[in-house]
């Protein structure tokens, strides 16, 4: 092979990160859906392998998707329909073309049955598996027209698409719940043999079976794929049934064919938008085949994937199992059965045969153990001593070992663990498995005085001989100056505390500079005298909940090896005037920048940009009053393309306050410039605004679609708390000139948001003891700003009742509000806010009903408003720890109805008072009726009854 097609079949495979080295520099094996070659000699092959695989990437100009009106392209949420479809397309060739797996591609290609194939996939309404039959196919699991589809929906959808065609017949089987059933796969594919063969043109002798298309869905982890899976996802590429897998990145899918021996994958990426084109009439195929596959690494592989298989033959599918069997460790991604271990399970119970909780099948073992940690696990079995189970639990638990190293994935945490669960764990797990576990998670906080208990009886070096991981929340000074002087092979270290200031500055300049197995730190605010001028540091990441711009500055500067920064909280202090002289005095190894700005001006940001050379990793997110220039095209056009070369995410996310019409004006052409400028749509980043009237202001939230990162975003992100550079500003900081010491309940009204800006810039009142709270908003205001304006003015841990008054309150306030409150268990509506009620009790912030469900013991509604019967229904769902509850109700039924409901389920309940809103009800109802309905509903327990005709309410104790 001479020089030349070497470096062009080389070239086809690029590298998704930094290092440019083509197959040619390497002398590896590679292995394409279940051919292995040898680089570099074997490249002309693998060319032509990879050249001949069908590519189907985003199209634009293609008939309207669902009507005149409907999408004429799919840029931007079609890449896992076009995953799909390349998979596909690579079965129907194996299955339908003489040559199968070997078929090769050349231009001009006059086989009919090639050209038949391609035409059920090209982008016309009646073609088999073609856009518009995909997403059609997808309003059935829910998806509309133009949302993006994750690995099991297009499963599914190619599924119900393949039962429908009758030319080229085919089954799939999707694989739920990671098991494989192989009494289900044999009823469906083998056929009677009076039908006729249903493969074309096919030698085989064997013809009593539909050809099988095998679809596996998998969660290989929680944010990245377990190393455990790697060698099992390099073992399927090497069989010969194999049809690679489609995942990638969240939003952002690829078709995976193979991968290279130094654990990179090689992929086909259908984020390139071509013309449409009617392959039919013109004979012109070229653009259905990529001279480009792409590589990245393992580790840039989201865990979320559907792996499949192509069984054309009985005989297949038996070798395919027989592998799988043979191969595959005592933990694999999936589950190989006979049978279904439920209908199993399902039919002893059914026969009343006794089944002991050690016979349940391993599937189900693995399954309950799967939504409960290990310390929970452990507790649960304690007593139960048998030896399947326990082998369970060690293989579900401890992993293997290897020699004198453990592999585990035993992570303790004794943060949230009850006294009784947390001896447990001090006395039957530390002591038998402490050098096994590599995470351990300590705190002082639901039950203080935790980590010097642990302390006095363990040490972290000799006895947590390979702990990885250590997260410490709220330690006291002594305890984290033990423990950071005790740790000796810790790689990662979280310390959460509200009292950063008060740690002696050398403990954490320990961590920083003297540990040199500590390449990951999580801080919860970062001061600027952590800094050591004179020392070198080995972290190479780094997160931070709060700091400030000098402080920003100052990592940038001393942190030579940090490739990875996330601040939750960049503020600026006072009085900074901005230079761009020795800002940055070293090189930035910095790849991934995560950013959450609170008023800091573009020009302090954009000093910097260009010192980010080696950044592939974007995410800004901010709140600023006069932010134009951060929603300005034309500026981050710039940014990118000068300084960021190797960007690969951009994340972005903008809040703008109080805009005019003149400020509208200014704005839309930039805003219309980042819809259509063709800068943007190349990345495949489109971008949403979305205004919102207050009386007479206008605010703007700006930001990047999709946007994954929600938490990161400030409108549904975590708490903004500033804090000041030096231990001297924050201890004034909590004595102030108007402290109101013996202020108990507090009446908070908030008009806009210029004035909690004003308060915060004076600081000019401190309420350190209110218990009782009430909030009163004369318009909306932003989240985030509020959040940070009664942090500021208020002891927030002191407060038990809150009370929300007036007519503006927001779930998103009202989130941010329960997020600080953690000793609140006493919430009370005085106005009238039924539709904040409805989003609450029906789920619509997920996080703010858990928290309140947690929380509340005692619940008002108070206000002018009634509530139907349905809502006090759904408030004794969601809120069973309830011990009082008050409400308006508008009928006599739904109080005769409701109140006993409420009696019968709510088992710590002790008092209610309902009001009737009807006053016709005053005269309708006795004491003795109330009692002759509770005995109606079988509630026989004492009860003391006071009705008031007076305000036609009723008070009920339990």
């Known amino acids: 092979m001479n020089s030349a097609a070497l470096s062009f079949a080389a070239s086809m495979f690029e590298r998704n990160d930094t290092d440019n080295n083509t197959l040619s520099d390497i002398d590896a094996e590679i292995c394409i859906l279940g051919v292995t070659y040898k680089t570099p000699n074997d490249m002309h092959a693998i060319t032509d392998d990879a050249l001949s695989r069908f590519w189907f990437t985003y199209r634009n100009g293609f008939a309207p998707i669902g009507g005149p009106s409907g999408p004429t392209r799919d840029t931007g949420w079609g890449c896992m329909m076009r995953c799909g479809q390349m998979m596909f397309a690579e079965a129907y060739l194996r299955f339908f073309l003489p040559a199968g797996r070997y078929f090769r591609w050349r231009s001009k290609i006059t086989d009919p049955i090639y050209w038949e194939i391609l035409n059920m996939f090209i982008d016309k309404r009646h073609s088999s598996y073609s856009i518009h039959q995909i997403v059609q196919m997808g ?76 679809i596996i869905p998998l969660r290989l982890g929680l944010n990245d794929v377990n190393v455990e899976y790697i060698d099992q996802i390099k073992l399927c590429f090497r069989l010969p049934q194999t049809l690679g897998f489609i995942g990638g990145k969240p939003n952002h899918a690829h078709y995976f064919i193979g991968y290279l021996e130094s654990d990179e994958l090689l992929y086909l990426d259908p984020h390139v938008t071509q013309p449409h084109i009617d392959a039919m009439n013109s004979f012109d195929d070229s653009s259905y085949h990529c001279d480009k596959v792409n590589r990245m690494k393992f580790s840039g592989l989201d865990p979320s994937l559907a792996l499949a298989f192509a069984c054309k033959t009985e005989n297949e599918f038996d070798d395919l199992i027989s592998k799988l069997r043979q191969y595959l460790p005592v933990r694999p991604m999936f589950e190989i059965c006979e049978t279904n271990p439920f209908d199993v399970l399902a039919q002893k119970m059914g026969d009343h045969e006794e089944m002991k909780l050690e016979d349940l099948p391993g599937e189900i073992w693995f399954l309950i153990l799967s939504y409960v940690s290990p310390l929970e696990a452990f507790y649960a079995f304690k007593k139960i001593k048998n030896t399947r189970i326990n082998s369970i639990m060690t293989e579900m638990y401890l992993i293997r070992q290897v020699g004198d190293n453990y592999s585990s994935i035993l992570n303790l945490s004794l943060a949230h663990a009850s006294l009784s669960m947390y001896n447990f764990a001090m006395s039957d797990i530390i002591p038998y498995y402490s050098h096994m576990i590599h995470e351990l998670i300590l705190s002082n906080r639901q039950t203080p005085g935790e980590i010097n208990d642990f302390l006095q009886k363990y040490s ?38 509200k009292y950063m200031h008060s740690y002696d500055v050398n403990t954490i300049q320990t961590i920083l500079y003297s540990k040199p197995t500590i390449d990951y730190c999580c801080l919860s605010q970062f001061h600027q005298n952590f800094i050591s001028k004179d020392s070198y540091s080995f972290i190479q990441s780094l997160k931070i909940d709060s700091c400030d711009y000098l402080c920003f500055l100052s990592i940038l500067n001393h942190f030579c090896l940090l490739e990875k920064l996330s601040i939750n909280t960049l503020s600026m202090p006072r009085n900074v005037i901005l230079s761009s002289n020795n800002l940055i005095e070293n090189p930035l190894l910095i790849k991934d920048l995560k950013l959450r700005a609170f008023s800091i001006r573009f020009d302090y940001l954009l000093v910097l940009f ?3 050379e080696n950044i592939q990793r974007f995410s800004l997110s901010l709140v600023c009053d006069e932010g134009f220039d951060y929603v300005n095209s034309d500026k981050w056009q710039m940014i990118i393309s000068n300084y960021w070369p190797l960007l690969t995410k951009f994340q972005f996310y903008s809040e703008l306050w109080y805009l005019t019409s003149v400020d509208l004006d200014e704005l839309y052409p930039h805003l219309l410039s980042f819809k259509n400028d063709s800068f943007w749509i190349e990345r495949q980043i489109g971008f949403v605004a979305d205004f919102y009237q207050d009386k007479n202001d206008l605010h703007l939230i700006f930001y990047s679609n999709p946007y994954p990162d929600e938490k990161f975003s400030n409108q549904w992100g975590h708490s903004i708390d500033i804090v000041s550079t030096s231990k001297d500003n924050i201890n004034s900081s909590l004595v102030i000139e108007n402290t109101y010491e013996h202020v108990s309940r507090l009446l908070l009204t908030v008009y806009d948001n210029k004035q909690m800006r004003y308060e915060l810039d004076k600081i000019s009142r401190y309420f350190p003891n209110v218990d009782t709270l009430t909030v009163r908003f004369e318009q909306h205001a932003s989240s985030a700003l509020f959040r940070l304006y009664i942090e500021k003015i208020i002891n927030l841990d002191h407060i038990k009742h809150l009370v929300l008054d007036g007519k503006c309150h927001t779930m998103a306030t009202l989130y941010e509000l329960i997020l600080c409150l953690s000793n609140m268990n006493k919430l009370t509506i005085t106005n009238n806010q039924r539709i904040l009620v409805k989003q609450l009790i029906q789920g619509r912030n997920e996080r703010l009903l858990l928290l309140l469900r947690q929380r509340l013991q005692y619940f008002n509604l108070l206000y002018d408003g009634v509530m139907s019967y349905d809502t006090v229904e759904a408030i004794r769902y969601n809120f069973p720890h309830l011990k009082t509850f008050s409400a308006c109700l508008p009928h006599f039924e739904d109080f005769r109805d409701a109140i006993p409901a409420f009696m019968q389920h709510m088992k710590l309940l002790q008092y209610l008072h309902i009001g009737l809103e009807c006053d016709n009800d005053k005269k309708n109802f006795t004491t003795q009726d109330m009692y002759d309905w509770f005995r109606r509903h079988n509630i026989l327990h004492e009860i003391k009854l006071s009705i008031d005709t007076y305000t ?4 009920i104790w339990l």
């Open 139 to 214: 309003d059935s699991e829910g998806k509309s027209v133009g949302q993006w589809f994750g690995p099991n929906t297009i499963a599914q959808v190619l599924r119900r698409i393949a039962s429908n065609e009758f030319e080229k017949q085919i089954h799939v089987h999707v694989a739920m719940d990671n098991t494989l059933i192989l009494d289900e796969i044999r009823k469906l594919c083998q056929i009677s043999s009076n039908i006729p063969n249903l493969i074309k043109k096919s030698n085989d002798t064997q013809t009593l079976w539909k050809p099988l298309v095998i």
């Open 460 to 497: 972290l070096t000799h006895d947590f001989t390979y702990l990885s991981c250590l997260r410490l929340i709220e330690p006291s000074p002594i305890e984290l100056n033990i423990i950071v002087n005790d740790i000796q092979n810790v790689k990662m270290i979280d310390i959460q505390s």
């Open 610 to 612: 260009p010192f980010f």
């Open 952 to 955: 036609n309410s009723i008070h």
